[in-house]
């Protein structure tokens, strides 16, 4: 079931309907407080009362003679007449005196529009008693077959003067401004139509605006006199206009408005065109029986669907559109039974009207793009909430991870000291025990295996304390552990790792490793060589690459290895392929030189 909202807005369309009607009729009641010519004779003596409402036959170009009456006042103030409405070609005489030079008056712009004017009644043309004022009626260009006449009204020019630029306001200046405000609106909606291409009630709103602006340029024909004949035309477009007005309404009201109704836009005038043009039907009775039915029930019917609208869901633009469209209807059905004569109240101005229904549209396009901004900033708002709720449960797994790889590495690192102490050190551990354990235990053989453990040890122990040592910091403790020492053997040491470049590229396993097999290289020359000097050396004499050399001298010179120690050099050789290098033993006369090669970049 569906639920009424607040009814503050319904009130307000109400009271913009009831004060506007007021404001209206004031202003034309305002004209019975002056001196009224309600009763003019023919030019056969009848007497005619005013307002008059006549027919004449179509194309008829006769024109009609009315007399008036009037008393001259005795101050020497001049008079002026103001005539509020009329719909013919007209002239004045006052004592047979033209006074064509001195009428002020609107331009008459199509069938459904009326003309007014002020006349000033010079003293010169004027007797100190009765006077005759002869109306001269022609026909229209239109050939409009049904004629009216207002009263006259006698007035000084304070009076009169106030009376026309009144009305010289509102049907020229405010129609000027409101066309100006219409042009806007149809251009600002086809931008929104362009921008939003899903949003048809813009397409609507633009059609009917664009349409409506070009019927409004008859409005305009006093300042701009090169439409002046294009004008009684513009009238026929007064359907294309209702009927996309229609369609608007439809939009409004979230209903898809039928494919036809945009055929009707276009096809209605044409066809209205075409038997005008090929005068096949006059233009009054195109208007009459085609146009003016068709604009009223496009008006009618879009009045029921605003006033749903009105009665269900009441804001702003729904209050003035509603209160513009039901002071438009009041003003076609006041002026359509004062040309039939059922009141005698005059033309109503539909400017209020547009007036009304024009902020209507202003402020519902206004609202439409408020809304549209504000669900913007709403997604804009819900997307960062979610980017923040994502960004918070990236961070939780992220730590999650950090202690997940943190872990992982620690795992790692637990199982390479394993796995290095189980292939280093617990092989020492294991040879001395079966050393220990055989008939006849060689202690020289034990200790020297014990020192080896010892020092394989330390390695391992090195490494892993300072994993971020770079290759030369090893090497250097590699001197300390295991080379320097041997000078109290009586041995001569040459250590120079000068011209050996930064190597930056190795892991602590990869420099282990190179450890290892340096460490096997030096400890396979004092076990075979018996040298007395040790040289060991570095640098970067291959283009890419880095040489270690360890050369033995005064001892031994190279020979035939037994099984296992070429399964040593054999290990020695795989470890440095993993690394991808290579190693090389080469005789001497009194030693042998041992050459590690390796890339100074990672491969």
Known sequence: MQVRRNNL??????????????????????????????????????????????????????????????????????????IPYFEQDLELFVNEN???GYI???????????????????????????NTVTILLGATSDQTNFLILSPLYLGNEVEINALYRNRLFVENDLKSALSGMQIFLAFSSFILVYLRRTETVFLWLGIAMSTSSILSLGGIAKTFPQFETLAPWFYFISVSAALSFFGFILSLSKLHPPVHLIWAVFLIPIISLTLIITDISPPIVVLRYLILPVVFLSLLISFIFIGRLLWWDSTPHIAFLASGMALMLAMAVNNLFFRLGFIDIGYLSAQPARALALTGIAVF???????????????????ADRLRQREEELSVLHEHDRLLVGNSASLNERNRLTAELHDGVAGYLSTIVALSDSEEPDSHSIQSVARDALVELRLVINTMAFPDNTLRMELASLYDRSVAPLTHLGIQVDWSMVKLPDINWLSAEEKMSILRILQEAISNALRHGKPRQLLISGDSALVGFFVIRIINTGGNALGQYNEENGLGLQNMQRRAQVLGGSISLQKLSDGAEFTLILPIDAA
């Open 9 to 82: 807005w319904q009130y307000v369309a109400v009271a913009l309907f009831i004060g506007s009607l007021i404001l209206m009729y004031t202003f034309e009641m305002r004209l019975h407080s002056y001196q009224p010519i309600s009763k003019v004779q023919d030019e056969t003596g009848r007497g005619i009362a005013l307002p008059l409402r006549f027919f004449s036959p179509l194309g008829e170009s006769s024109p009609r003679h009315l007399i008036a009456n009037i008393k001259a006042p005795l101050s020497n103030e001049v008079l002026f007449l103001y």
């Open 98 to 100: 033209p006074l064509q």
């Open 104 to 130: 002020r008056a609107s331009k008459r712009i199509g069938p459904l529009s009326s003309a007014f004017a002020i006349v000033p009644l010079p003293r010169q043309f004027l007797k100190a008693e009765d």
């Open 365 to 383: 396009m206004m609202t439409r793009i408020v809304e549209t901004a504000n669900a913007l900033d709403q997604a804009a708002k819900v997307l």
